[in-house]
């Protein structure tokens, strides 16, 4: 069952996706007509586009590190001092005190941001920058700076920020806001563009066509389905097995389904409720009480979950000690994925399911490579290469998005010996 072979990940060209419809220069001889051809944007009116994203006219940066509290020390976007295992937020620090979002606040599909936006450690309101984000990951939760660039970069890259401003709205498109000029850059979804970044068979997030087109807001039967399969204990085992639960789920359920190689990310955010979240207080058990404070989740009394209204660090909490960095993060990917491995690819219209072969994922499996640098390697390729993104697209990274990973990322993989994109 677990296909073992080295490979060379995510080696991308373009016949190597034939699948993809009415791409320039990709061949698309071999897709049958029946294939449902539904592009999906988040625009106008939609739900996470921009009539309908809120604006809040007072816009105030995240509250920056203070050298009287200990934290890691990160700020201006440089290295922090990498050393976890303290409280967040620090007695007395009432600058990062929880703050519950208001009706004209931007929030997301990411507990992780949107509890930092809710301390401050992002700006409140959700338009955040590439620089809030790295230092905001290293000081709460002691995230690796590697990992905090990579992943800054890619939400800017793929979900379509701005790399002039380094804006990004961790919500809704509020391109107005984020754009150097509109004009010229088109509209930036933000993090609810769907299936760049965000994906269907998320923990706790509506599928996109499932919710019409809602798939970003906290689902409390989500939730109560992952507590169910956790029992309170929020590992990598009992997690790999919700993943497929919802995978199951949502291949079922969705006609539209697709999952293609950027759910490998879905597999490190789920990492992230064993390594980011839990709490040195509770001797750093991913628990309920833990988990549920971080996805702003509450039980009502007939035992169904609900959204409380906002993402909140638990009291008292203390971070992780080590920082996580990328070959952490790319470990628990390869091994949540292992432990119950599923097919890549995409439900189509006349109900079959169309196994995607793209770099190391051969009809439909992901062959993962026994070599440590071809894993350490995979995010970065994910980032740099063009990616099958839904049925009828790829994310090809412009000139300007690789320039911008090369010289925010880039020296750290290249560290690694990873074949660099070329500029
Ligand atoms: C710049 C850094 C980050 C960006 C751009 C980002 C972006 C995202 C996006 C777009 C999703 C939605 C994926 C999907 O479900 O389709 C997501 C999910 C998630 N993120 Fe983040 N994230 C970042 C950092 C973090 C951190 C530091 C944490 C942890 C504390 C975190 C925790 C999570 C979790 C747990 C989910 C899964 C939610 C669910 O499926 O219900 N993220 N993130
Ligand atoms: C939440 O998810 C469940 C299970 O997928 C679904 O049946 C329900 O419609 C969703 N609820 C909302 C409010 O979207
Ligand atoms: C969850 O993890 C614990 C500890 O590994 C294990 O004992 C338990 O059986 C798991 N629960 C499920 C439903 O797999
Ligand atoms: C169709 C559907 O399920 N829409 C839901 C999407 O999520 C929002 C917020 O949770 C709900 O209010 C909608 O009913």
Known sequence: MKNIAIASLFVASASAFPWVVNQPGVDSSALGASHKVRRQQSGGNQKGGPATCPFNANHQGAAPYNPKYPYN???????????????????GDTAHQYVAPGPNDIRGPCPGLNAAANHNFLSHDGITTFTELVDAQQN?????????????AL????????????????????????SFSPVL????????????????????????????????SFNG?????????????????????????????SREENPNFFFGPLTLLLYGASSFLYTLMPNGNHNYAP???TISSFFGAQQKSD????????????????????????SDVTSEILAQYLENPVLFGGNTADGTFDAINFGAIKDGKLEVGVSGTNTACLLYQLVTGPVPSYLNGIVTPTVDALNFISSKVAPQFKNLGCPLALT
């Not at 709460?140 to 800054?152: E, P, S, T």
């Not at 956790?230 to 790999?240: A, K, P, V």
Request: glycine letters at 14%; a negative charge; one cysteine or more.
């Open 155 to 178: 939400g800017l890259t793929l979900t379509d920020g701005d790399l002039v401003t380094e804006k990004l709205s961790i919500g809704c498109d509020a391109t107005t806001r984020t």
């Open 221 to 249: 039967t989500l939730f109560g389905m992952m507590q169910d399969t956790c029992q309170g204990n929020f590992n990598r085992e009992n997690l790999s097995k919700y993943r497929l639960q919802r995978y199951t789920q």
């Open 303 to 326: 035992g169904t979950w609900e959204f409380n209204g906002g993402e909140r660090i638990p009291d008292k909490w203390t971070n992780r000690v080590t920082p996580y960095s990328n």
């Open 73 to 91: 020390g990160a700020k201006n976007g440089a290295p922090g001092k990498g050393i976890g295992g303290y409280q967040v937020p620090a007695d």
């Open 185 to 216: 850059t088109g509209s930036e979804p933000g993090l609810d563009g769907h299936n760049k970044f965000e994906a269907d068979s998320s923990l706790t997030r509506n599928d996109y066509f499932l919710a019409d087109g809602d798939n970003y």
């Open 287 to 289: 628990d309920l009480e």
């Open 140 to 152: 709460l939760y002691n995230v690796g700076y590697d990992l905090a660039n990579l992943l800054a």
